[in-house]
Nanobody, 123 residues
Framework: QVQLVESGGGLVQAGGSLRLSCAAS????????MGWFRQAPGKDRQFVAA????????YYTDSVKGRFTISRDNAKNTVYLQMNSLTPEDTALYYC????????????????WGQGTQVTVSS
């Protein structure tokens, strides 16, 4: 069973930055696409960013393009989300996810979810 543990969330002022980390268990981390999702109070969980198995392909939701960067270090079994120019609209519980495929483009579904890390942006 794959376990994902997020860290790096916290309270930050608008315009600031945070870097989220997601550490994965297992020996086959590098075989799977990874993603970040977020859920604000009273709203549905939404897609934020995804990265394929090698890190050579990424995709972002429009609202974070140019501000957020997803990356991975397969040697460390870790995926990151660098978040810059944060706004209060970015406030949410952020979840790390492992897809059921090395690619995300075919909508393969989610293999495993992390427990979430809270990001709060003040104005």
């Amino acid at each position: 069973q794959v376990q994902l543990v997020e860290s790096g969330g916290g309270l930050v002022q608008a315009g600031g930055s945070l870097r989220l980390s997601c550490a994965a268990s297992g020996r086959t981390f590098s075989a799977y696409a990874m993603g970040w999702f977020r859920q604000a109070p009273g709203k549905d969980r939404q897609f934020v960013a995804a990265i394929n198995w090698s890190g050579g392909s990424t995709y972002y939701t429009d609202s974070v393009k140019g501000r957020f960067t997803i990356s991975r270090d397969n040697a460390k079994n870790t995926v990151y989300l660098q978040m810059n120019s944060l706004t209060p609209e970015d406030t949410a519980l952020y979840y790390c996810a492992m897809y059921n495929s090395g690619d995300y483009v075919s909508s393969p579904g989610i293999r495993s979810w992390g427990q979430g890390t809270q990001v709060t942006v003040s104005s």
